[in-house]
């Protein structure tokens, strides 16, 4: 079936640090990739997102490129802030579907 | 509100109770999700409405579900006889057009269900 998998947390850098996060994904047919993040205490809210090969999604100073080739995904940001620290997520959905098929996240720590 | 509401936000049953969750969705928004977060793990899909119509319940894990959105925007997700391994937090989200075709999902902070 369709999956997402992520690289595992923690991840723990120091601010200004450059910022990678993995994300590979399997699905039959060609999904939207998103990433989802979660700060502590709110609701997961859309971040980026990327609806066919090469697209690149960015937004806050993140990026992701949709690798049809590697099946990847991977977020990046060159330098991150202690307001950074949250909970990442990597998602797909393909065509008309009605759900997000979610990876189990990474969890970013950014100290000062 | 502003955003999808949940309540409660702490449930704690004891084993073979029932339960029921309340979502209240962005005003106007046409699809409604519920998703299941067991610790440590990304949500998984539960069910789907769109308006009032229940279209995909094909993540609902047993007969003990049961979700309703009766008129088309509160929904209620009601567990019975509840099991230990029903705990987890169970996500509420809506969106404005039908589908999740542009992935903007608005999630509320989710009902934690702890089983004892």
């Known amino acids: 079936g369709d999956s997402v998998t992520q690289m595992e947390g923690p991840v723990t850098l120091s601010e200004e640090a450059f910022l990678t996060i993995n994300c590979t994904y399997t699905?039959?047919?060609?999904?939207?990739l998103f990433w989802y993040v979660q700060y502590p205490g709110e609701g997961l809210q859309l971040l980026l997102k990327?609806?066919?090969?090469?697209d690149k999604g960015s937004n806050k100073g993140f990026e992701a490129t949709y690798r049809k080739e590697t099946t990847s995904f991977h977020l990046e940001k060159g330098s991150v802030q202690v307001s950074d620290s949250a909970v990442y997520f990597c998602a797909l959905t393909l065509g008309r579907g009605n759900k997000l098929v979610f990876g189990a996240g990474t969890i970013l720590r950014v100290k000062s | 509100g502003a955003g999808v509401s949940q309540s409660p936000r702490y449930k704690v049953a004891k084993r073979g109770q029932d339960v029921a969750l309340r979502c209240d969705p962005i005003?106007?928004?046409?699809?409604l999700f519920w998703y299941q977060q067991a610790l440590g793990q990304g949500p998984e899909f539960l069910t789907y409405?769109?308006?009032?119509?229940?279209?995909?319940k094909s993540g609902l894990p047993s007969d003990r579900f049961f979700a309703e959105r009766p008129e088309g925007s509160v929904s209620t997700l009601k567990i019975q006889r509840t099991q230990q391994e029903d705990s987890a937090v169970y996500l509420c989200?809506?969106?404005?057009?039908?589908?999740?075709?542009?992935?903007?999902?608005?999630f509320g902070e989710g009902s934690r269900l702890t089983v004892l």
């Open positions: 990327a609806t066919k090969a090469d």
């Open positions: 005003s106007g928004h046409v699809s």
């Open positions: 409405f769109q308006n009032e119509a229940q279209l995909d």
């Open positions: 699905a039959t047919g060609y999904p939207s």
């Open positions: 989200a809506s969106s404005l057009l039908a589908g999740v075709n542009t992935g903007e999902l608005f």
